[in-house]
């Protein structure tokens, strides 16, 4: 089979593509999987790291910015949407899956034009523009938590959370470390984040006999990396300070307690394998999504949120002592956690799309 994942630019949308595409192949190495992005996202690097194909569109998004930079993306429209129809007729998909971002949309619309089957993954609480419209057209709609469902016809919907990719759910199958210290996993993002590193380095002070029975793994970005690792060493705390975590899986899978952003692709981590966290949600994403992100968990006592304009080192270490002082709450936090993810959402969205092409499922265009 032919399937088309359209969208990108940034990891939360890339990836959860990328959990799809590996769980088609898994079921079946003879199906062609083309992946459409942009030139500006991350796209490019990472897939070609992974042996993917990818095609291009020129598009940009329209929300958020100043009339005469929105004024432009608008008038490309029509040049993303032939080119997206070249793309689609060249390839001959049966599925065209949009994962969100902007590349999503004229791609997703072109293939519903000419009769393809499409769907949609949303991963945020807060639904995207692009998959609001996009949501209307489509034949299923998949998304992570339940309350997003109400955007959306209901007849199209499934919950089925954020997908992630295999090696992750195998990594969290694999049985803990035994007598290791109580370790801190922090970090910000790919990119880190400003705003965690310096709390985190704050609520040094804060700790007192506490840091010294922790292991503290930080993922700071790479601005932020001389700093934190200069801050850690003059403050005599051992800890894994790094730029960039590649193996995310073996971090979580050895982490008691996360401090961390409220990315959707996090939030689908976390919840995959059951951590507790304390959530610190960027305040610049797009209509606040991080936050809405943060609620879901926070209303199910399955996280902690702090908001960063309350955000202090005291406070952050406030929070770091009650979980690290208190296992039973750490554990009650991690079941509810877990019982919010799906380790299956992948598999649960192949077998949905794999129905949708084959019978004809809830053609509802």
């Not at 942009?38 to 291009?56: A, D, H, M, P």
């Not at 569109?57 to 993303?80: F, N, Q, T, Y």
């Not at 793994?217 to 790479?222: E, F, K, L, M, V």
């Not at 959707?264 to 305040?283: D, N, R, V």
């Amino acid at each position: 089979m032919n399937v088309i994942i359209a969208g990108g630019g940034t990891g939360g949308h890339l990836f959860p593509g990328i959990a799809i595409a590996e769980e088609f192949l898994r079921r079946n190495r003879g199906d062609r999987i083309l992946f459409v992005g942009t030139n500006k996202g991350i796209e490019k690097r990472v897939l070609e790291s992974l042996g993917f194909s990818l095609q291009t569109i020129d598009v940009e998004g329209i929300k958020g910015k100043g009339w005469m930079k929105s004024l432009a993306a608008i008038l490309r429209i029509p040049i993303s949407l032939i080119q997206s129809l070249r793309i689609v007729r060249g390839f001959s998909p049966e599925l065209v899956i949009g994962v969100g971002g902007y590349a999503s949309g004229p791609v997703v619309f072109v293939a519903r034009l000419l009769g393809i089957r499409a769907a949609i993954a949303e991963q945020n609480a807060l639904p995207g523009l692009t998959n609001r419209i996009l949501g209307k057209v489509v034949d299923r709609v998949f998304v992570s938590f339940a309350q997003t469902g109400q955007w959306f016809h209901a007849r199209k919907v499934m919950v089925s959370g954020n997908p992630i990719r295999h090696g992750f759910a195998a990594e969290m199958k694999q049985p803990k470390e035994q007598n290791r210290p109580f370790t801190l996993l922090v970090f910000g993002g790919s990119q880190g984040a400003h705003a965690v590193n310096r709390a985190m380095l704050e609520a040094l002070d804060d700790l007192g006999p506490v840091k010294e029975h922790l292991r503290i793994i930080h993922q700071t970005g790479g601005k932020d990396l001389d700093v934190v690792a200069h801050a850690y060493r003059a403050k005599g705390v051992t800890a894994d300070v790094l730029p960039f975590i590649m193996d995310m899986a073996a971090a979580y899978q050895t982490a008691d307690l996360l401090v961390c952003r409220a990315g959707a692709t996090s939030i689908a981590e976390i919840t995959a394998a059951g951590k507790a966290a304390i959530l610190i949600p960027f305040p610049a994403a797009v209509e606040d999504h991080q936050t809405k992100n943060a609620e879901v968990l926070v209303q199910a006592d399955a996280a902690e949120m702090i908001p960063e304009k309350e955000l202090t080192g005291a406070r952050l270490a406030a929070a770091i002592k009650r979980y690290y002082e208190s296992p039973q709450l750490l554990r009650e936090m991690e079941i509810r956690s877990a019982g919010m993810g799906n380790i299956r959402a992948a598999e649960d969205i192949v077998d949905a799309c794999l129905a949708l092409v084959q019978r004809g499922d809830n053609r509802d265009g």
